[in-house]
């Protein structure tokens, strides 16, 4: 039997957002007729989720909770997580379950059909209906740099609903970026050509009351610094 692990990265989450993981997995594993291995990395909260995650237990047999006292990044985040998992696929969001069920169904779909290694969200064109405009115009500007700088089919690569078997596992628990371009590394290593690693784009929707939390500009700048590190990076893996 197919066994699958979401992987769903936490740093001070909107409130309520146990329901919206609880009724996300609930309708997920209602779909596919099985229950995922859930695993939840708190990635150095100042907010007390103790309760939340409590809440999850008694809801969620096969729940993993992963925390750590200080932040390090959705990408270190994710690296915690995926490295645990032990099951055939698996997939990572966001903690509210931004997108459909179909959506997720359609990534998980590309990888059990063996289709591809990895599935990675494309961003449809209603996604950008919802962003403020502030973060509109940091995607696109980020979408046209990877466009100008790296040779890949995907300039989408910040999209956070991705999948991938044993081999997109392996590679990803490699990348080294612990904060927003983690996604850039991981999509940019694996079309390396000596990867073999089938990469497939799947077109993905945002579920309506969607919820974007401000983006740390600190952080962003940082990332300046990490964009060249990928782009300037020799083949190590």
């Known amino acids: 039997m197919t066994s699958i692990s979401i992987v769903l990265p936490c740093y001070n989450?909107?409130?309520?957002?146990?329901?919206?993981?609880?009724?996300?997995?609930?309708?997920i594993s209602d779909q596919i007729g099985c229950s995922p291995e859930l695993?939840?990395?708190?990635?150095?909260?100042?907010q007390d989720i103790q309760e939340a995650i409590d809440f999850l237990h008694t809801k969620i047999d096969v729940l993993t909770y992963i925390s750590y006292p200080?932040?390090?990044?959705?990408?270190?985040?994710l690296r915690e997580g995926v490295q645990v998992a032990?099951?055939?696929?698996?997939?990572?969001?966001?903690?509210?379950?931004?997108?459909?069920?179909?959506?997720?169904?359609?990534?998980?779909?590309?990888?059990?059909?063996?289709?591809?290694?990895?599935?990675?969200?494309?961003?449809d064109d209603s996604y950008y209906q919802y962003l403020p405009k502030y973060r509109k115009f940091i995607s696109k500007s980020l979408r046209k740099g990877i466009s100008l700088c790296f040779r890949m089919p995907i300039t989408d690569t910040q999209?956070?609903?991705?999948?991938?078997?044993?081999?997109?596992?392996?590679?990803?628990?490699?990348?080294?970026?612990?904060r927003y371009l983690f996604?850039?590394?991981?999509?940019?290593?694996?079309?390396?050509?000596?990867?073999?690693?089938?990469?497939?784009?799947i077109k993905i929707s945002l579920r309506p009351n969607v919820f974007f939390r401000k983006m740390n500009l600190k952080v962003l700048a940082g990332e300046s610094t990490n964009f060249l590190k990928i782009l300037l990076k020799k083949t190590k893996y």
Do not use: M
Not at 70 to 77: D, I, L, P, R, T
Not at 159 to 178: V, Y
Not at 184 to 201: C, D, G, H, T, W
């Open 86 to 123: 032990t099951t055939d696929y698996i997939i990572y969001t966001d903690i509210d379950f931004p997108y459909t069920t179909e959506s997720f169904l359609s990534i998980l779909e590309e990888l059990t059909s063996h289709k591809a290694d990895i599935a990675i969200g494309i961003k």
């Open 13 to 27: 989450p909107p409130e309520h957002w146990e329901q919206y993981v609880y009724e996300g997995y609930r309708v």
């Open 70 to 77: 200080v932040n390090k990044g959705k990408g270190a985040a």
């Open 159 to 178: 999209c956070g609903l991705k999948g991938f078997n044993k081999k997109g596992q392996a590679l990803f628990i490699q990348t080294t970026i612990n």
């Open 39 to 46: 695993i939840i990395v708190n990635d150095g909260s100042s």
């Open 183 to 201: 996604d850039l590394e991981f999509i940019y290593q694996a079309f390396r050509k000596k990867r073999n690693l089938i990469v497939s784009p």
